[in-house]
């Protein structure tokens, strides 16, 4: 009968340590989404800046010489 009720909490303490895993593996996976979702946010802030930052340079850049005669020409 000992061994019976031996192999009964076995059993038990491997079932709570099973349903412990699952919710840990639902976080870790919820946990996993948050990241994702960021790091696309962060992707598309990274593109959005990249972009501004080359019409930033065009915008500043002093005028090349060839674009200086080709609008001199068209007045």
């Known amino acids: 009968m000992k061994e019976l009720d031996a192999l009964q909490q076995e059993f038990e303490r491997w079932r709570f ?3 412990n895993l699952e919710e840990e ?3 870790l996976s919820e946990e996993e989404n ?9 992707g598309g802030q990274i593109s959005y800046y990249g972009s ?3 019409d930033m340079k065009r915008e ?5 010489l ?3 005669l ?3 020409r068209k007045r």
């Open 17 to 19: 340590r099973r349903k």
């Open 66 to 68: 060839s674009d200086l």
């Open 25 to 27: 593996l639902r976080n």
């Open 34 to 42: 948050d990241i994702l979702m960021e790091l696309a946010r962060v």
């Open 60 to 64: 500043l850049e002093p005028p090349r």
């Open 70 to 72: 080709s609008s001199l």
């Open 52 to 54: 501004l930052e080359s």
